[in-house]
C-alpha cells in the first residue's frame, strides 16, 4: 500500500487491508469512486467522487478496480480524496 504523506499531515492512499491504519492514528475514510454492475453485468468505476469520469464498460469488478486505481495513481498528479491523519502520539487536537 502506497501512502502519500505531506507536511500538514494529510495523506492519501487507496484503502487496502496490507497496513492496519488505525495502527498509525485517527483517521477518515473518504470513498473515492463507485464501483457497480449494470443491469447487463458490465461494470463502471465512477469517480465523481472525486471529481472525475465513468470509466468502462468493463467484463469484471477486478478490471473496474484496475481502472479505478490507475487513474487515481495517474503520473498527472494523485487524485485521491484528501484524509487526516493524526499521530497517535501527537498533542494535536
Same mark, same amino acid.
Given at each position: 500500500?502506497?501512502?502519500?504523506?505531506?507536511? @500538514? %499531515?494529510?495523506?492519501?492512499?487507496?484503502?487496502?487491508? *496490507?497496513?492496519?491504519?488505525?495502527?498509525?492514528?485517527?483517521?477518515?475514510?473518504?470513498?473515492?469512486?463507485h464501483? *457497480?454492475?449494470?443491469?447487463? &453485468?458490465?461494470?463502471? @468505476?465512477?469517480?465523481g467522487?472525486?471529481? &472525475?469520469?465513468?470509466?468502462?464498460?468493463?467484463?469484471n469488478?477486478? *478490471?473496474?478496480? %484496475?481502472? *479505478?486505481?490507475?487513474?487515481l495513481? @495517474?503520473?498527472? &498528479?494523485?487524485?485521491?480524496?484528501?484524509?487526516?491523519?493524526?499521530? @497517535?502520539?501527537?498533542?494535536?487536537?
Open positions: 500500500m502506497d501512502l502519500f504523506v505531506d507536511s @500538514a %499531515g494529510d495523506i492519501r492512499c487507496i484503502y487496502g487491508e *496490507e497496513l492496519d491504519l488505525r495502527e498509525i492514528g485517527k483517521l477518515q475514510i473518504t470513498r473515492a469512486s464501483v *457497480e454492475p449494470d443491469r447487463d &453485468g458490465f461494470w463502471w @468505476a465512477d469517480m467522487p472525486v471529481d &472525475g469520469p465513468v470509466l468502462g464498460p468493463f467484463k469488478r477486478t *478490471e473496474a478496480l %484496475g481502472a *479505478e486505481r490507475e487513474w495513481l @495517474a503520473p498527472t &498528479g494523485h487524485r485521491l480524496p484528501h484524509h487526516r491523519l493524526q499521530h @497517535a502520539n501527537s498533542n494535536a487536537s
